[in-house]
């Protein structure tokens, strides 16, 4: 089977736990306003790639990797489910540790022949970072073009699944670092059992130039970057309120 990849990052430390092999898929059907990847929105563009090949690419620095593994991301990794579920089968079989980077978005509970798939790759998914952009279903639909219902719901199917999470969230000012969506936030991700970390990141403006390479307007022009401080002090509201509810279900 091939898929259509966007890139590979032989080095990455950011992309979970140890040094590891990133592999972007192409085609993403959220569009996120402070998203610095746009390129990889297209879908069935960027080069075709077999999942042995991958494997065969992975293998090559396979000495760095003894505390990493493979991550998938995008794009959306899971607009090519059956492809990545192709890689993470061939991956486990080598022992590989496997992460999955995604929003979420493209689950549905009540899409049977789909989650039967993605039960099968939760089999062989060692890690998933899940990326909640905005709690709130409106503000979410504005900032990124669709309501977040359903990746509220892939947030509680990973943990029936009891698959290990790592939060991520991105601190937009004037968007997303309002501290009573900072505590709804953190109040229902302690209702998770699953979450093993939380990433409050800065918004930044590094993906500003593929915009105009792209010719696209971008969105966010005017807003400032956040700052560490915002970040850490966002991180703070979100982890009182997790222990909060956490407290509140013992």
């Known amino acids: 089977m091939n ?44 080069s075709v790639r077999s999942a042995e090949s991958l ?11 003894t505390k990493g593994g493979i991550t998938v991301t995008g794009g959306e990794a899971l607009m090519q489910l059956d492809f990545v579920l192709e890689l993470f089968r061939l991956a486990k079989k080598k022992n590989i540790h496997t992460c999955l980077d995604t929003s979420g978005i493209t689950y549905h509970p009540g899409a049977s022949s789909y989650n039967e798939k993605l039960d099968a790759l939760m089999a062989v998914t060692d890690l998933v970072m899940l990326d909640i952009k905005h709690i709130d279903p409106e503000g979410h639909k504005m900032l990124t073009s669709h309501d977040n219902a359903g990746i509220l ?27 009573q969506l900072l505590t709804r936030l953190g109040t229902f991700i302690g209702t998770l059992n699953n979450v093993k970390a939380l990433d409050v990141l800065p918004y930044h403006i590094m993906g500003v130039i593929k915009y105009k390479q792209l010719e696209l307007p971008y969105p966010l022009e005017g ?15 979100i982890l009182t309120a997790y222990w909060k509810q956490r407290r509140s279900l013992q």
């Open 3 to 46: 898929g259509f990849v966007h890139s590979t990052e032989s080095f990455g430390t950011v992309d979970g736990p140890g040094v590891r092999f990133v592999v972007f898929l192409q085609g993403c059907p959220m569009r996120c306003q402070y998203c610095h990847n746009p390129d990889t929105w297209k879908m069935n563009t960027g």
């Open 153 to 179: 719901a892939f947030a509680k199917y990973l943990d029936q699944k009891q698959i290990p999470v790592w939060i991520r969230h991105v601190v937009v000012p004037g968007i997303t670092d309002d501290a």
């Open 55 to 65: 494997i065969r690419e992975y293998e090559r620095n396979a000495a760095f990797y």
């Open 223 to 237: 807003v400032p970057p956040a700052t560490k401080e915002q970040a850490a002090n966002a991180k703070k509201i």
